[in-house]
């Protein structure tokens, strides 16, 4: 059985510096104290600078003495972390775990890893070789992906909102399509010609 009070403690702790730290964690659905979703800032300097990485957090029943299960909802590209499916290789969610561990420490590694990744102990081979052997285009891929995937998508949002105006559709109308779809400009266009 999952300890709540701490998890809840846990949830304050991390909570309470978000703008210095860049983590945060809430609870996925408002209501399962095991199922939380975490937020990490992209590090500075790094080719995800910028973004920001949803991670989704489910706790064992035996949690704290079993580690977390952690998950990146972002695409990413990156050699320790599944381009596929989000898998995270990073030795503190397997045997490393300690109970002094925390939530908040555990997205600390996970941000740090992003800053550092650690392409001998891959969980994404294909983007472990790129890193390896050709540094500049593993840096402009990662850059993208944090673009296309965990960027802001405002100005993206301007973007197609012109492109579906200049297209005759009303502004009003192109703005809550958009919005419905979560941005996908194809999903819009497909729900605005179909009426």
Known sequence: MVDVSRVQKELAECNRDREVSGVSIALHDGANISHLTGTIAGP????YEGGTFTIDIRLPGG?????????????????NI????????????????????TLKTAL????????????????????????LR??????????????????????????KV????????PEDLVRSTLKSVDGDENMALEKLCSG
């Open 63 to 79: 949690y704290p003495f079993e580690p977390p299960k952690m998950q990146f909802v972002t695409k990413v590209w990156h050699p």
């Open 44 to 47: 500075a300097d790094s080719p």
């Open 162 to 169: 012109q492109k579906l105006v200049e297209m005759g559709f």
């Open 134 to 159: 050709d540094y500049p285009t593993f840096a402009a891929t990662a850059r993208y992906w944090t673009e296309a995937f965990a960027k802001s998508t405002s100005t993206g949002m301007e973007e």
């Open 82 to 101: 599944s381009s596929q499916n989000g898998a995270i290789c990073l030795d503190i969610l397997k045997d490393q775990w300690s109970p002094a561990l």
């Open 108 to 131: 600390l590694s996970l941000q740090a890893l992003l800053s550092s990744p650690a392409p001998d102990d891959p969980q994404d081979a294909v983007v472990a070789q790129q890193y």
